[in-house]
T-cell receptor, first 110, second 112 residues
């Protein structure tokens, strides 16, 4: 299967920006995704980017895609304590399967 | 608007017992998936289905079987549970394979 890698933890102070990074291996992915998982819950789609885009902005969220380096990042501006969760990067392959990273646990300190 | 519903939410099994996890979606999605989530390992695909009557193996299919007799339901079976199958299981569905996947709330399974 495809390999999607993320760092496991990130800790920031409330009001700061958070940047969560992800690297992937499948250069044929059409879409790349960011999902959020709150404690005891399933995953919810936060945002996604089409592979021919470099950047997508959605309110406090900015997704940057460097296709050459196969690097995806999620920036959360003005991080709030409610943003504390696990964030998963994911890609889908040509066979319609999603591959997820290990998840980055974001801890926001007041 | 139920979305994706998994039953049961929690279960404790003894080694060697069998059980079936049920996933139901009411969005008329073609694609359905079963994942397991283990600490530090993210989500790993067990089996998936691209339509009624079809199933295919994912990354970690051993010890599991699935069936998709009806479009809205995707069943995950454990014939002889092992402690290594202790995990949180998530079902997901999507309209097409590369569009948003909707997840259920998860089933926490403990095998003792």
């Amino acid at each position: 299967g495809e390999d999607v890698e993320q760092s496991l933890f990130l800790s920031v102070r409330e009001g700061d920006s958070s940047v969560i990074n992800c690297t992937y291996t499948d250069s044929s992915s059409t879409y790349l995704y960011w999902y959020k998982q709150e404690p005891g819950a399933g995953l919810q789609l936060l945002t996604y980017i089409f592979s021919n885009m470099d950047m997508k902005q959605d309110q406090r969220l900015t997704v940057l895609l460097n296709k050459k380096d196969k690097h995806l990042s999620l920036r959360i501006a003005d991080t709030q304590t409610g943003d504390s969760a696990i964030y998963f990067c994911a890609e889908s392959d040509n066979f319609n399967k999603f591959y997820f990273g290990s998840g980055t646990k974001l801890n926001v300190k007041p | 608007n139920a979305g994706v519903t998994q039953t049961p939410k929690f279960r404790v099994l003894k080694t060697g017992q069998s059980m079936t996890l049920l996933c139901a979606q009411d969005m008329n999605h073609e694609y359905m998936y079963w994942y397991r989530q283990d600490p530090g390992m993210g989500l790993r695909l067990i089996h998936y289905s691209v339509g009624e009557g079809t199933t295919a193996k994912g990354e970690v299919p051993d010890g599991y079987n699935v069936s998709r007799l009806k479009k809205q339901n995707f069943l995950l079976g454990l014939e002889s549970a092992a402690p290594s199958q202790t995990s949180v299981y998530f079902c997901a569905s999507s309209y097409q394979g590369d569009t948003e996947a909707f997840f259920g709330q998860g089933t926490r399974l403990t095998v003792v």
